[in-house]
């Protein structure tokens, strides 16, 4: 099983994802700012992977706050959250994970003025939100693979892998691995993923750590494997689903899902109830991370493109929702109209 983040006795420890597949290597991070640190630079990345470090790293974070009363302890908490939500705006995970951690807090504080027994019970919230997340994703991967016929070939894009959550299955790719572990026979079409690679780097990886077949194209050449027939189904991740299903996901995403339509492929979203944001009507409301050009201009230190050009680099962008199939969750599948299916899962 491949650990993407857990926590340890001295620190939180991390799969640097910024060198694999050449390099495996494991972070430990001993403090929250070198958490909040790696998931602003990537060490640690997808929505579901940022919400357990970001919860990992707050517990660790209050575990080493010096001040001996549950006011002290408050105060530092807060900040610490004001910066771990300041690392990556797009998923909602984080987030999410954050207003658990600060829920977590209130509930010990309003039974205890013990700093010790209020710092337990953050690093127990935490290890519950890495556990239930490693359970959802099963759980979505059952439902989903339930969606996929035998000999399937599905097309992915980014990685929504174990890399991508706490570890183990993953949500597109938990799809995927509960089809297979259902019998299924399903092979891998994975979009390469420009800039950072993610499709190439690590979902190819993942999948042949796993022996599960797959095959690596460069962005553009989707729609023509789409139109040779190669392809049965697209299963993506999500980095935050509006209310109406409008879905951010990985740059690139939209335009697979377009040619899928126009391809007559089932466009599916597979993710935990966690990526769901019923505060936004749509997507339109979904704030779309802007990072640094240097991503586009280089592949690690060899730069590419002339000097002085001007570079876009947004990381997501957003699906509508009539482009959508289904929404698999770990509450069950969701059809259009999504307002209502995705408020039955996340109310339900
Ligand atoms: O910029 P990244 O690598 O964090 O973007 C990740 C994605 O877009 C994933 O597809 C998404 O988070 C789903 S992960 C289960």
Not at 128 to 149: H, P, S, T, V, W
Not at 190 to 209: I, K, N, S, V, Y
Not at 289 to 297: I, L, W
């Amino acid at each position: 099983m491949i650990k993407t983040v857990e926590w340890t006795n001295e620190g939180v420890r991390m799969i640097d994802q910024r060198v694999l597949p050449t390099e495996v290597t494991y972070l430990t991070l001993r403090s929250y700012e070198e958490v909040a640190d790696a998931i602003k630079t990537m060490v640690v990345r997808g929505a579901p992977a940022i919400g357990v470090s970001a919860a990992f790293g707050l517990a660790l974070g209050a575990k080493q706050a010096v001040g001996t009363d549950a006011t002290d302890l408050e105060q530092d908490f807060d900040y610490m959250c004001q910066v771990m939500s300041e690392t990556r705006p797009t998923a909602v995970n984080l987030f999410w994970a954050i207003e658990r951690m600060r829920d977590a807090f209130r509930r010990a504080r309003a039974e205890t003025s013990s700093v010790e027994t209020i710092k337990q019970r953050l690093v127990e919230e935490a290890q519950k939100i890495y556990d239930e997340d490693i359970k959802a994703n099963r759980a979505l991967g059952q439902f989903g693979g339930e969606l996929l016929n035998d000999g399937a070939t599905v097309l992915t894009h980014c990685n929504a892998g174990a890399l991508a959550t706490a570890g183990d299955y993953g949500t597109a790719l938990g799809v995927i691995r509960g089809a297979r572990d259902a019998g299924k026979r399903i092979a891998v079409i994975a979009d390469e993923t420009r800039p950072f690679l993610q499709g190439t780097r690590l979902t190819a990886w993942e999948l042949a750590q796993d022996d599960i077949p797959v095959t690596i194209i460069t962005d553009n050449m989707a729609g023509h494997v789409m139109k040779q027939g190669k392809v049965d189904a697209v299963v993506v991740g999500a980095d935050r689903i509006a209310a109406n299903g409008d879905t951010a996901n990985k740059i690139g995403t939209y335009m697979v899902a377009v040619l899928a339509r126009e391809h007559g492929i089932p466009f599916y979203v597979a993710a935990p109830i966690s990526t769901i944001d019923l505060t936004l009507a749509s997507g339109d409301e979904i704030p779309i991370e802007e990072r640094n050009a240097r991503e586009v201009t280089h592949i690690r230190e060899q730069r590419f493109a002339p000097e002085g050009v001007a570079v876009q680099n947004p990381a997501f962008d957003v699906t509508p929702n009539k482009l959508v199939a289904a929404i698999i969750t770990d509450k069950g599948i969701a059809r259009a109209p999504y307002t209502e299916s995705l408020r039955k899962m996340v109310k339900g």
